[in-house]
């Protein structure tokens, strides 16, 4: 087992990390940027490491800064996190070179899943079911007209070194195409480095239904069941929850195989999620893997039992993981709402600043995974997630409950600063979601998301 | 005078006056020349002060020369070479004082503004964090009349 993990992340997720990391008895190096100095993450951690200025590509992506701050402290692993250099096969690969353990997937892995045409042909192979798409990168616009038409409109351009949901574009009918295919490209180069794009048939009104995976290095692959991301704005989840409404046991099941066979097709280490859509008539699609811990881990943990954190690190140490698949048992349902620093009345604008009330909710099975408290600043410079509320009920209907009274709890305040808790709890609301009948059309979706808001 | 002189003595009063600004205390005589060019200052021989310090504000605090990346700090260009700069050293914009190492890429230090090293932080081979401290200098704003 590692004596010391340098983490290689910031906000909410370093400092989740750090946490189990102490629990296990590990020393925890904080790698973090002038811009996060005395954030709770840093203060939490037995050493500090300064690596480098705001920039995520001088700090938190430089994976020489990342690398030289392991060696000096002698760590022997490092945690991505999610985000900057998580899915990143070269640094995976530079960690290993260097003695680091990486805690997830070995890099010849992370290179094929994170090439999303490599993961869409591997998983084709392992026998998933696919949505008519791309099986190789798009090679121009004339190609670009052949493929929308073999595949039928609506179709949704994606970047093939992309995820997240950025930087995608959906065209309802071919006057459309070449405009977004070209806008695809630009988006993609500029967001990931490669102006490669596939395409794949359009699900306007779907469900998105995930799986969360657990794979060791003895083979042994299992599932701890599915997770609802359905509720979205511009493709960026806003609320998550365990188990999917509404959706037949025998089609989550169904998936739960898929996503498993999937990961040992691919030789899939550590934790990882299986990314479907679900259309009206309950079939589901593969989309993507995402090939690291995610942020709505937590609703998954709230109803198995299971901390993710610590078995990615104990994957990572070459333990075998110490329950097998009839050992896991979900119970209850669990929901996350992202809160973040952003003012719906101006189309989410992001609102950085410093926070000066904090206030959030806690009591009967109310997690709370934050990294501001008062005084604190959101910065401009990182994405606005500032607070994940999660709670855990005996059914859908009494965790509903519990979220409408955590979410009543949250007071976050400063100069300037707005947050998303107030629209979090009209979606609650409405309707469709308590009747659990909506899809990702419940927030209206105005366009592509560049990730510039 | 003719044209050609006016240009002249416009140009030496021109270079007069630059020397005058550079200048940290007024010379107590200045002369300057058209024919055959000539400009020149004098200061009391009593006063030892330069112009330089003179510009100089005592209370000026030191400034910091910070490490631009996260790494091991060397002091000279390699082992056993003299390093690049030493206490009482003259530094100008650009001047490499030192190094830092990042997973074998070797990354120059170098002086962001003009002054004199008054204080070297960190002993050579010492792994030092993005932004730390590595040398104070007092800044110097007026010209040196010795070039170092």
Same mark, same amino acid.
């Given at each position: 087992?590692f004596?010391?993990?340098?983490?290689?992340?910031?906000?909410?997720?370093?400092l989740?990390?750090?946490?189990?990391?102490?629990?296990?008895?590990?020393s925890?190096?904080?790698?973090?940027?002038?811009?996060?100095?005395?954030?709770?993450?840093?203060?939490?951690?037995?050493?500090?490491?300064?690596i *480098?200025? !705001?920039?995520?590509?001088?700090?938190?992506?430089?994976?020489?800064a990342?690398?030289?701050?392991?060696?000096?402290?002698?760590?022997?692993?490092? $945690? #991505?996190?999610?985000?900057?250099?998580?899915?990143?096969?070269?640094?995976?690969?530079?960690?290993?070179?260097?003695?680091i353990?990486?805690?997830?997937?070995?890099?010849?892995?992370?290179?094929?899943?994170?090439?999303?045409?490599?993961?869409?042909?591997?998983?084709?192979?392992? *026998?998933? #079911?696919?949505?008519?798409?791309?099986?190789?990168?798009?090679?121009?616009?004339?190609?670009?007209?052949?493929?929308?038409?073999?595949?039928?409109?609506?179709?949704?351009?994606?970047?093939?070194?992309?995820?997240?949901?950025?930087?995608?574009?959906?065209?309802?009918?071919?006057?459309?195409?070449?405009?977004?295919?070209?806008?695809?490209?630009?988006?993609?180069?500029?967001?990931?480095?490669?102006?490669?794009?596939?395409?794949?048939?359009?699900?306007?009104?779907?469900?998105?239904?995930? =799986?969360?995976? @657990?794979?060791? /290095?003895?083979?042994?692959?299992l $599932?701890? %069941?599915?997770?609802?991301?359905?509720?979205?704005?511009?493709?960026?989840?806003?609320?998550?929850?365990?188990?999917?409404?509404?959706?037949?046991?025998?089609?989550a099941?169904?998936?739960?195989?898929?996503?498993?066979?999937?990961?040992?097709?691919?030789?899939?280490?550590?934790?990882?999620?299986?990314?479907?859509?679900?259309?009206?008539?309950?079939?589901?699609?593969?989309?993507e893997?995402?090939?690291?811990?995610?942020?709505?881990?937590?609703?998954?943990?709230?109803?198995?039992?299971?901390?993710?954190?610590?078995?990615?690190?104990?994957?990572?140490?070459?333990?075998?993981?110490?329950?097998?698949?009839a050992? =896991?048992?979900? $119970?209850? =349902? !669990?929901?996350?709402?992202?809160?973040?620093?952003?003012?719906?009345?101006? +189309?989410? /604008?992001p609102?950085?600043?410093?926070?000066?009330?904090?206030? @959030?909710?806690? %009591?009967?099975?109310?997690?709370?995974?934050?990294?501001?408290?008062?005084?604190?600043?959101?910065?401009?410079?990182?994405?606005?997630?500032?607070?994940? =509320?999660?709670?855990?009920? #005996? +059914?859908?209907?009494q965790?509903?409950?519990?979220?409408?009274?955590?979410?009543?709890?949250?007071?976050?305040?400063?100069? %300037?600063?707005?947050?998303?808790?107030?629209?979090?709890?009209?979606?609650?609301?409405?309707?469709a979601?308590?009747?659990?009948e909506?899809?990702?059309?419940?927030?209206?979706?105005?366009?592509?998301?560049?990730?510039?808001? | 005078? &003719?044209?050609?002189?006016?240009? @002249?003595?416009?140009?030496?009063?021109? *270079?007069? *006056?630059?020397?005058?600004? /550079?200048?940290?205390?007024?010379?107590?005589?200045?002369?300057?020349?058209?024919?055959?060019?000539?400009?020149e200052?004098?200061?009391?021989?009593?006063?030892?002060?330069?112009?330089?310090? !003179?510009?100089?504000?005592?209370?000026?605090?030191?400034?910091?020369?910070?490490?631009?990346?996260v790494?091991?700090?060397? $002091?000279?260009?390699?082992?056993?070479?003299?390093?690049?700069? /030493?206490?009482?050293?003259?530094?100008?914009?650009?001047?490499?004082?030192?190094?830092?190492?990042?997973?074998k890429?070797?990354?120059?230090?170098?002086?962001?503004?003009?002054g004199?090293? +008054?204080?070297?932080?960190?002993?050579?081979?010492?792994?030092?964090?993005?932004?730390?401290?590595?040398?104070?200098?007092?800044?110097?704003?007026?010209?040196?009349?010795?070039? &170092?």
């Amino acid at each position: 087992m590692f004596s010391k993990v340098l983490i290689a992340n910031r906000g909410e997720i370093a400092l989740r990390v750090a946490r189990t990391c102490r629990e296990m008895g590990l020393s925890t190096v904080a790698a973090y940027s002038t811009e996060d100095t005395g954030t709770p993450a840093v203060a939490f951690a037995d050493e500090t490491v300064r690596i *480098g200025p !705001a920039a995520a590509n001088r700090s938190y992506r430089n994976a020489a800064a990342l690398l030289e701050a392991a060696l000096r402290t002698g760590a022997s692993a490092i $945690h #991505p996190g999610y985000g900057f250099l998580s899915e990143d096969a070269d640094f995976a690969e530079a960690c290993e070179e260097n003695g680091i353990t990486f805690i997830g997937p070995p890099a010849p892995v992370l290179a094929t899943l994170s090439d999303k045409i490599a993961a869409r042909t591997a998983m084709a192979e392992a *026998g998933l #079911p696919l949505l008519p798409g791309s099986i190789e990168p798009v090679a121009d616009a004339h190609a670009a007209h052949a493929l929308a038409d073999s595949i039928g409109y609506p179709v949704i351009i994606k970047a093939t070194a992309g995820g997240g949901g950025k930087g995608m574009r959906i065209v309802t009918d071919r006057a459309g195409l070449v405009p977004a295919y070209r806008a695809a490209r630009s988006s993609a180069l500029a967001l990931f480095g490669s102006g490669q794009v596939y395409i794949e048939r359009y699900l306007a009104e779907a469900r998105h239904v995930e =799986v969360q995976v @657990l794979c060791d /290095a003895h083979r042994t692959a299992l $599932h701890l %069941g599915e997770r609802d991301c359905t509720v979205q704005r511009r493709h960026q989840k806003l609320i998550e929850e365990t188990p999917a409404p509404r959706l037949p046991r025998a089609t989550a099941e169904a998936m739960c195989t898929a996503a498993v066979r999937g990961a040992l097709a691919v030789g899939y280490r550590g934790a990882g999620t299986f990314e479907f859509l679900v259309d009206r008539d309950d079939r589901f699609y593969f989309m993507e893997v995402n090939p690291r811990i995610q942020v709505e881990h937590p609703v998954t943990e709230m109803v198995t039992g299971i901390d993710l954190v610590r078995e990615q690190i104990n994957i990572a140490a070459g333990r075998a993981l110490p329950f097998a698949q009839a050992d =896991v048992a979900p $119970h209850g =349902v !669990a929901i996350e709402c992202r809160v973040n620093a952003e003012d719906p009345a101006r +189309d989410f /604008a992001p609102t950085p600043g410093v926070v000066e009330t904090v206030q @959030l909710p806690a %009591g009967p099975f109310t997690r709370v995974d934050t990294y501001v408290g008062p005084g604190s600043r959101v910065s401009a410079a990182y994405d606005s997630l500032v607070a994940k =509320v999660v709670v855990w009920g #005996p +059914d859908r209907p009494q965790a509903l409950a519990r979220m409408r009274r955590a979410l009543g709890e949250v007071r976050l305040a400063g100069p %300037g600063m707005r947050t998303t808790a107030g629209f979090l709890a009209d979606v609650l609301a409405a309707p469709a979601f308590v009747a659990a009948e909506h899809t990702t059309a419940l927030i209206g979706t105005d366009g592509p998301d560049d990730g510039i808001d | 005078m &003719s044209e050609e002189e006016r240009g @002249l003595f416009d140009a030496v009063v021109r *270079g007069a *006056g630059e020397l005058l600004a /550079a200048a940290g205390t007024p010379p107590t005589r200045l002369l300057a020349r058209a024919g055959e060019v000539s400009v020149e200052l004098e200061w009391p021989a009593a006063s030892r002060e330069l112009p330089g310090e !003179a510009r100089t504000t005592p209370a000026s605090a030191s400034a910091e020369l910070c490490a631009p990346i996260v790494g091991v700090f060397y $002091h000279a260009p390699s082992p056993g070479e003299p390093p690049f700069v /030493a206490v009482g050293d003259l530094v100008r914009p650009g001047q490499q004082v030192g190094i830092v190492e990042a997973m074998k890429t070797m990354i120059p230090v170098e002086a962001d503004q003009r002054g004199r090293i +008054d204080g070297v932080l960190v002993a050579d081979g010492t792994p030092v964090e993005y932004g730390e401290p590595l040398f104070t200098l007092e800044p110097a704003t007026a010209l040196e009349p010795l070039a &170092s």
